[in-house]
């Protein structure tokens, strides 16, 4: 009887030994992972800030394009831009072109731009 009573004990023990293990194992990489996918979406956010600021820089230092009429909006790489006051067409195509030229910018929508 006392045999058996040792070899519960150390089974016992070797289970939960082994199951905190696992248990640490799983609580470590959860909050790292979720980590991961935080400093992520902070890098996407910082990086279309960047994206924003520029191109309004840009557009405000450009000849010939309102850049004070045009707001300018980043979502994942995504430049959009749109104005309330009308441009001509000419200024729309020099708008969408500054825009590309910027690094990081994976595609340019000048929908919201108003034409004359």
Known sequence: M????????TATALT????NAA???????APMQLAAGEVTKAKEATSD???TT????????????????????TNKGVVSLSSD?????????MAV???KKIK?????????????
């Open 2 to 9: 006392k045999k058996f009573a040792i070899a519960a004990a």
């Open 16 to 19: 939960l030994t082994m199951a």
């Open 23 to 29: 248990f640490a194992q799983q609580s470590t990489q």
């Open 49 to 51: 800030t960047w994206i």
């Open 54 to 73: 520029k191109v309004k820089a840009d557009l405000m230092t450009e000849k010939g394009v309102p850049g004070s009429d045009i707001k300018v909006e």
């Open 85 to 93: 006051v009308a441009i001509t067409d000419a200024q729309k195509e």
């Open 97 to 99: 072109a500054i825009a």
């Open 104 to 116: 990081g910018v994976q595609a340019v929508s000048a929908d919201g731009l108003k034409a004359e």
